[in-house]
């Protein structure tokens, strides 16, 4: 009996792949970078499964063009890459690998925190410029952590992983999230208080933001928000990119408006080099890794193997982004 075609849109790690090919007979696109349109559309013609990553668009051209699709996995926990609505209508489950990197991703959130704060990025380009030349009691001085106020705009798993490691430091705890929250539970388990975003804006010293890009997100930090922080505050976004406006934001910390913005992603990405924000020392922008640990991504490339492997056979996704599917089938 012939395996399943599937497509692979980028070299995962090796535990992923494995299963893959064990059970598909599986093409993978083996480039660091994005499968171009019109190679994928081509790509996606005879294949019943797709194994796809966040810089993939799964919308209606695509399925259109898979017409013998049986299912979508996306390797990362957001798939506003893909149409779920127009997924569901087909009958195609779309799965993705939640929860794998929630505390990953809170690590790496406070620690792009902390580096901001404590200007360490600077700190090392300074020496190796050869520009060291002594201590000085006034070199590179940063804000504290400890004891300061962090606003986490978005409380859902990684928000609360972000208040957890905030509680350690001492930190006083905000948080806005226009879904429900337990009160109880965010004041008991996570010392963390609600509040409206302008209040959240106006108070906090660091601001997170860990929301999932839709149109409520889109740009939410613009320059009527960014005129409502501190001039010491630090915004931190290792959620997507289009959260805030990017212009908005250049000008907020040109003029002083705020101290300092470190970004795990951008609008758009990956950020082009003659982008005004690259030009700023209080604007440190890292590639979007805040999942890169060895031990995470591995999980999340098994946990979309199970995905696609489920769907292939016909049986339930361990990790279903739309569950409704199945009543239509």
């Known amino acids: 009996m012939p395996q399943p075609k599937a497509f692979v849109t980028r070299i995962v790690p090796e535990k992923g792949l494995e299963m893959v090919r064990q059970f598909c007979d599986a093409e993978v696109w ?16 005879d294949i019943e499964g797709l194994y796809c990553l966040l810089t993939d668009k799964v919308d209606v051209e695509l399925l259109d063009a898979a017409s013998k699709l049986k299912v979508v996995s996306n390797m990362a926990v957001g ?15 779309v799965g993705n690998p939640p929860g794998v990197l929630t505390d990953t991703t809170a690590d790496f959130s406070f620690a792009l925190m902390m580096a901001a704060a404590r200007r360490i990025v600077e700190g090392a380009d300074y020496v190796r410029a050869g520009t060291w030349k002594t ?31 905030a509680s350690g430091c001492g930190m006083k705890v905000l948080f806005f999230d226009t879904m429900p929250v ?8 996570y010392r963390a208080e609600p509040a409206d975003l302008d209040t959240l804006l106006r108070e906090s010293d660091f601001v997170s933001l860990h929301v999932p890009l839709m149109k409520e997100t889109y740009h939410m930090i613009s320059t009527r928000e960014l005129k409502l922080m501190k001039k010491t505050a630090i915004l931190i976004n290792t959620s997507r990119g289009p959260a805030v406006d990017p212009k908005a934001l250049y000008e907020a910390l040109k003029s002083g408006e705020i101290a300092y913005a470190a970004l795990d992603v951008t609008e758009p990405e990956p950020i082009p080099l003659d982008d005004p924000l690259l030009t700023l020392p209080n604007c440190l922008i890292v590639p979007h890794i805040a999942s890169a640990s060895v031990v995470t991504r591995t999980k999340m490339a098994t946990m979309a193997a199970e995905n696609l492997i489920a769907g292939l056979k016909g049986e339930r996704l361990p990790n279903c982004a739309n569950p409704e599917v199945y009543e239509k089938m």
């Open 30 to 45: 083996e480039s660091d970078l994005v499968v171009p349109r019109d190679v994928l559309l081509e790509k996606v013609r």
């Open 79 to 93: 798939f506003d890459n893909i149409d779920i609505p127009e997924c569901t209508r087909r009958g195609i489950p």
């Open 135 to 165: 201590w000085g009691p006034t070199l590179l001085m940063g804000q504290d952590i400890h004891h300061a106020t962090l606003g986490i705009v978005g409380f859902g798993r990684i928000g609360k992983g972000m208040a957890q490691r």
């Open 182 to 189: 337990d009160l109880e539970e965010a004041r008991s388990v």
